[in-house]
């Protein structure tokens, strides 16, 4: 894959900075206390859906307009946030949006993806199951299958990486969570247009490795999923596309539990006061694993998201177990 270039960046910024503004990145000194480290917080939980996936739903429908593509329905899976990016967009520019969700996904996700205009569909106990039966729905009725992970997707999640390593071109290293992979791509491709020297950590959940698993193998490895947390990481199959970009990018990859992952959101919480999802937590209860070697640098995290369901969030901070 041809990751996006500098120019294809910030012409993807002009397309986001029509919808909301460039989101803030703080050094949080309650976080840099606990780090041991000058601790940077990226605010894609600032966004108009609370994560940093809509900058790729904006940008994806951008390119399919340029093009003259833009089909009259487009059809997508996802645990929500994805899903909100991909339904903003489509009501931006008119087109029906069917998104399918796996059982037992997220009430409040699933809630912000109807107000958007979404039809909702449930289907499958994961997501992987869900993507499934969302292509064959796109096939069924000759609709626009969008993807988890595309080149016109990366365009636009890019630029919040752009922004954070313009805003802060001294950070020594990032840590970014893995979902199916735009994210750290992403990264990835920031730091190359730049030309920063910037090292990239992946986080992965320890309940779903299948990047972990993949990156080790040299290949993709299907791995199951159990994290009850981190539905932002939940991936059952790595993406061979973004296994080949992260591979030979990343400095290494760490993969936290569901039990640290909860502690870092409520640390976020407590000196931050800002709200993170599971996955956007994991970035910050990566580098608290890896705080020893930390020492003296500045590091970048990724808060990439805070949608977490309040009775979710409520058990988080009282210690309760998930």
Same mark, same amino acid.
């Given at each position: 894959?041809?990751?996006?270039?500098?120019?294809?960046?910030?012409?993807?910024?002009?397309?986001?900075?029509?919808?909301?503004?460039?989101?803030?990145?703080?050094?949080?000194?309650?976080?840099?206390?606990?780090?041991?480290?000058?601790?940077?917080?990226?605010?894609?939980?600032?966004?108009?859906?609370?994560?940093?996936?809509?900058?790729?739903?904006?940008?994806?429908?951008?390119?399919?307009?340029?093009?003259?593509?833009?089909?009259?329905?487009?059809?997508?899976?996802?645990?929500?946030?994805?899903?909100?990016?991909?339904?903003?967009?489509?009501?931006?520019?008119?087109?029906?949006?069917?998104?399918?969700?796996?059982?037992?996904?997220?009430?409040?996700?699933? +809630? !912000?993806?109807? @107000? $958007? *205009?979404?039809?909702?569909?449930?289907? /499958?106990?994961?997501?992987?199951? &869900?993507?499934?039966? %969302?292509?064959?729905?796109?096939?069924?009725?000759?609709?626009?299958?969008?993807?988890?992970?595309?080149?016109?997707?990366?365009?636009?999640?890019?630029?919040?990486?752009?922004?954070?390593?313009?805003?802060?071109?001294?950070?020594?290293?990032?840590?970014?969570?893995?979902?199916?992979?735009?994210?750290?791509?992403?990264?990835? +491709? !920031?730091?190359? @247009? $730049? *030309?920063?020297?910037?090292?990239?950590? /992946?986080?992965?959940?320890?309940? &779903?490795?299948?990047? %972990?698993?993949?990156?080790?193998?040299?290949?993709?490895?299907?791995?199951?999923?159990?994290?009850?947390?981190?539905?932002?990481?939940?991936?059952?199959?790595?993406?061979?596309?973004?296994?080949?970009?992260?591979?030979?990018?990343?400095?290494?990859?760490?993969?936290?539990?569901?039990?640290?992952?909860?502690?870092?959101?409520?640390?976020?919480?407590?000196?931050?006061?800002?709200?993170?999802?599971?996955? /956007?937590?994991?970035?910050?209860? &990566?580098?608290?694993?890896?705080?020893?070697?930390?020492?003296?640098?500045?590091?970048?995290?990724?808060?990439?998201?805070?949608?977490?369901?309040?009775?979710?969030?409520?058990?988080?901070?009282?210690?309760?177990?998930?």
């Amino acid at each position: 894959m041809h990751l996006p270039s500098l120019t294809d960046i910030e012409a993807a910024a002009e397309v986001v900075y029509r919808v909301f503004p460039p989101t803030p990145q703080y050094r949080w000194g309650l976080l840099g206390e606990r780090l041991g480290a000058d601790c940077w917080l990226k605010h894609e939980n600032h966004t108009p859906v609370g994560a940093f996936k809509i900058r790729g739903g904006l940008t994806y429908f951008d390119q399919l307009r340029q093009r003259g593509e833009m089909p009259r329905e487009v059809i997508s899976a996802t645990r929500g946030n994805h899903g909100q990016s991909i339904g903003w967009a489509a009501r931006e520019h008119g087109v029906r949006c069917t998104i399918v969700v796996p059982h037992g996904n997220s009430l409040e996700k699933n +809630a !912000a993806m109807r @107000a $958007l *205009g979404v039809d909702l569909v449930e289907h /499958g106990g994961d997501f992987q199951e &869900a993507r499934e039966h %969302a292509m064959r729905l796109a096939a069924e009725r000759g609709a626009h299958m969008v993807p988890s992970f595309h080149r016109d997707l990366l365009r636009g999640v890019s630029t919040y990486w752009w922004e954070f390593l313009r805003a802060v071109p001294a950070l020594d290293v990032v840590y970014v969570p893995i979902g199916q992979g735009s994210g750290a791509c992403s990264a990835v +491709a !920031a730091k190359l @247009a $730049l *030309g920063r020297h910037t090292r990239i950590v /992946g986080v992965v959940s320890a309940h &779903a490795t299948t990047y %972990a698993d993949s990156i080790t193998a040299g290949r993709v490895v299907e791995a199951p999923v159990t994290t009850l947390l981190a539905d932002g990481m939940a991936c059952r199959v790595a993406d061979a596309e973004a296994l080949a970009v992260l591979a030979p990018q990343l400095d290494h990859v760490v993969k936290v539990t569901d039990d640290e992952v909860a502690q870092a959101m409520r640390q976020i919480f407590a000196d931050t006061h800002n709200v993170a999802e599971g996955a /956007g937590a994991a970035a910050f209860a &990566a580098a608290m694993q890896e705080k020893e070697s930390l020492k003296g640098q500045s590091v970048g995290l990724s808060l990439s998201g805070g949608n977490v369901d309040s009775e979710m969030f409520a058990r988080v901070l009282s210690g309760a177990s998930v």
